[in-house]
C-alpha cells in the first residue's frame, strides 16, 4: 500500500519536528511518555489547523509511522534477498 502524499507529509512534519527536539535523545533509553511529551506541540498545532483532537493526530502519526517502518523493512528485506542471491561470501 502506497503512503497518499498528504500522509506523507504529515508524517515528515512530525519527523522533522521529533528530529530537532529529540535531538541528542537515545528512545531505546527514553521513556516513550517523555518522547510523546516532546511531540505534543507540534500534534497540538496540528490538531488545531485540521480540527481534530490531539489524540486523533497522535493515532494517524502512530499508524503512518508504523506503515513506513513495515514499508522499509519490507525494502530491506527485498534488498537482502537479492544480495543473498549472490552467494554467501562467508561459505
Given at each position: 500500500m502506497t503512503m497518499s502524499s498528504e500522509d506523507q507529509a504529515f508524517l515528515e512534519r512530525i519527523n522533522a519536528y521529533a528530529d530537532e527536539v529529540l535531538d541528542g535523545i537515545?528512545?531505546?533509553k527514553t521513556q516513550v511518555g517523555f518522547m510523546?511529551?516532546?511531540l505534543k506541540p507540534v500534534m497540538e498545532t496540528i490538531a488545531a489547523e485540521?480540527?481534530?483532537t490531539v489524540e486523533s493526530v497522535?493515532?494517524?502519526y502512530m499508524d503512518l509511522a508504523s506503515e513506513r517502518s513495515v514499508e522499509l523493512?519490507?525494502?530491506f528485506q527485498s534488498t537482502m534477498g537479492?544480495?543473498?542471491s549472490y552467494g554467501d561470501l562467508m561459505s
Amino acid at each position: 500500500m502506497t503512503m497518499s502524499s498528504e500522509d506523507q507529509a504529515f508524517l515528515e512534519r512530525i519527523n522533522a519536528y521529533a528530529d530537532e527536539v529529540l535531538d541528542g535523545i537515545d528512545p531505546q533509553k527514553t521513556q516513550v511518555g517523555f518522547m510523546l511529551e516532546k511531540l505534543k506541540p507540534v500534534m497540538e498545532t496540528i490538531a488545531a489547523e485540521e480540527g481534530s483532537t490531539v489524540e486523533s493526530v497522535f493515532i494517524r502519526y502512530m499508524d503512518l509511522a508504523s506503515e513506513r517502518s513495515v514499508e522499509l523493512e519490507r525494502k530491506f528485506q527485498s534488498t537482502m534477498g537479492n544480495m543473498n542471491s549472490y552467494g554467501d561470501l562467508m561459505s
